[in-house]
């Protein structure tokens, strides 16, 4: 398990914004390594969720036909351990609520944010979980 690396899902339209959150992760990779995949849209996700089993799903709210939530519901259902985060610059209190009832988000993520905001958010959000499942290594008192 401490091999495999973390497998992050990046759902956005926005090109830009896909690319930035890779950014997070390869400037500094967790110690087991992670792959990235991304989804240009809800479908495409759909899709790239039912062919692999994801750790983390980052997705956008607002992509077209199909919303975040639904993506990330559907990742609630299909994949149940799995990190599931939603970003959106139309944030309001009764979107966060219906993602946290209807996907059991575990972060919300209020664009616009800086590189540092999501760093830390993507960071504690996903590297802290998995970190802890990590074993420490064999030479090092635990």
Not at 16 to 26: I, K, L, P, Q
Not at 54 to 76: H, K, N, P, Q, W
Not at 119 to 126: F, G, I, R, T, Y
Request: hydrophobic letters at 45%.
């Amino acid at each position: 398990m401490a091999d495999t690396p973390i497998r992050l899902l990046i759902v956005d339209d926005d090109e830009a914004m896909r690319m930035a959150c890779r950014r997070v992760f390869e400037r500094s990779p967790p110690p087991r390594g992670i792959a990235i995949s991304e989804a240009d849209s809800g479908e495409q996700a759909i899709e790239m969720l039912r062919a692999d089993p994801f750790d983390c799903v980052l997705s956008d709210y607002r992509m077209g036909a199909l919303t975040g939530i639904e993506v990330l519901a559907f990742a609630m259902k299909n994949r149940p351990k799995a990190v599931r985060i939603m970003m959106s610059g139309f944030g309001s209190p009764d979107l966060v609520m219906a993602a946290t009832l209807q996907a059991r988000i575990h972060e919300f993520i209020e664009k616009p944010m800086t590189s540092q905001e999501l760093e830390a958010v993507l960071k504690e959000s996903v590297l802290e979980r998995y970190l802890k499942l990590i074993p420490p290594p064999a030479n090092q008192p635990t």
